[in-house]
């Protein structure tokens, strides 16, 4: 449902490979398809995602905005890319809704 926002309505993008990889973390492919999870000790440890990283969807170049802290709207901290031509939804990347996005960060 996060794919289909009303308008106006906050969306986050999120790395399909990372996005994948928290499926496997959860389950998520085989609570899907009603089948029996193989569960081994090392199962957190070995597929947990990490923090989301999208780096790969995004142009990092310098000629692209970064905030110099020195005015209020441009925090050093924030930071606005571009995505890069290539990228597609659904294959390199998905749509979080801001309440899964909070949820999975």
């Known amino acids: ?3 289909f926002p009303d308008a106006g309505t906050a969306v986050f993008l999120v ?3 990372w996005s994948d990889k928290y499926k496997e973390y959860l389950f998520f492919r ?3 398809s009603n089948r029996e999870p ?3 000790e090392d199962h957190a440890q070995k597929n947990h995602p990490g923090q989301i990283n999208n780096s790969t969807l995004l142009h990092t170049d310098d000629k692209y905005l970064q905030g ?3 005015l209020k709207e441009f925090e050093s901290d924030v930071v606005d890319r571009y995505l890069k ?3 597609r939804e659904m294959t390199d990347y998905e749509i979080f809704s ?3 996005y909070n949820f999975v960060k």
């Open 1 to 3: 449902m996060s794919s």
């Open 15 to 17: 790395s399909g490979k």
């Open 30 to 32: 085989e609570a899907q």
């Open 38 to 40: 193989t569960w081994t």
């Open 68 to 70: 110099t802290g020195e």
């Open 85 to 87: 031509a290539d990228v």
């Open 98 to 100: 801001e309440e899964m």
